[in-house]
T-cell receptor, first 112, second 116 residues
């Protein structure tokens, strides 16, 4: 069993829809929870990170972490065609320099 | 400023050959990471450096893989006796390092390695 599980999709929604992306994990040591966006043939770029349980909002993006259920989510409001990419959840045990464990990524397509 | 750069962007080699992949981190970043991303998968951790030393090499799959960072800046990932299963995108990332706050890792575009 992988430490981080993520539905690979693909997920296709119409422009303006609310998108929900999710991951589960098994390692209780994870404290930092990240969402990365990756365009084709590019490296991942950090969208947002959350420490421990709770919600965090940044513009159209909201990240939620529920450590009791070992479940994290990313919501995208008013989705745009430019949001079409692969979204990777990721986790680490420390804030300092350390390895990140990634999910397999969900391919998202926003239809105009 | 300049981001993380990786060279070459593409590398095609034959089974059994030796390859070197290079990473130039963001200036001033003391931590440098290597990941491997296979098709349809997320990046998989290989090794990370704090300065010149390998702080965690637990992700290196076997002794054919080796990485160096002799002056604490540029790093080279070396793969001996390449196998077809080594075909993947090799990603490099760097971060400020230090213990006091969250260390965002900034990724390069990757080197696409194909072993024939």
């Amino acid at each position: 069993q992988k430490e981080v599980e993520q539905d690979p999709g693909p997920l296709s929604v119409p422009e303006g829809a609310i998108v929900s992306l999710n991951c589960t994990y098994s390692n209780s040591a994870f404290q930092y929870f990240m969402w990365y966006r990756q365009y084709s043939r590019k490296g991942p770029e950090l969208l947002m990170y959350t420490y421990s349980s709770g919600n965090k909002e940044d513009g159209r993006f909201t990240a939620q972490v529920d450590k009791s259920s070992k479940y994290i989510s990313l919501f995208i409001r008013d989705s745009q065609p430019s949001d079409s990419a692969t979204y990777l959840c990721a986790m680490s045990a420390h804030s300092s320099a350390s390895k990140i464990i990634f999910g397999s990524g969900t391919r998202l397509s926003i239809r105009p | 400023g300049a981001g993380v750069s990786q060279t070459p962007s593409n590398k095609v080699t034959e089974k059994g050959k030796y390859v070197e992949l290079r990473c130039d981190p963001i200036s001033g970043h003391t931590a440098l990471y290597w990941y491997r991303q296979s098709l349809g998968q997320g990046p998989e951790f290989l090794i990370y450096f704090q300065g010149t030393g390998a702080a965690d090499d637990s992700g290196l799959p076997n002794d054919r893989f080796f990485a160096v960072r002799p002056e604490g800046s540029v790093s080279t990932l070396k793969i001996q006796r390449t196998e077809r299963g080594d075909s993947a995108v090799y990603l490099c990332a760097s971060s400020r390092g230090g213990l006091s706050s969250y260390n965002e890792q900034f990724f390069g575009p990757g080197t696409r390695l194909t072993v024939l």
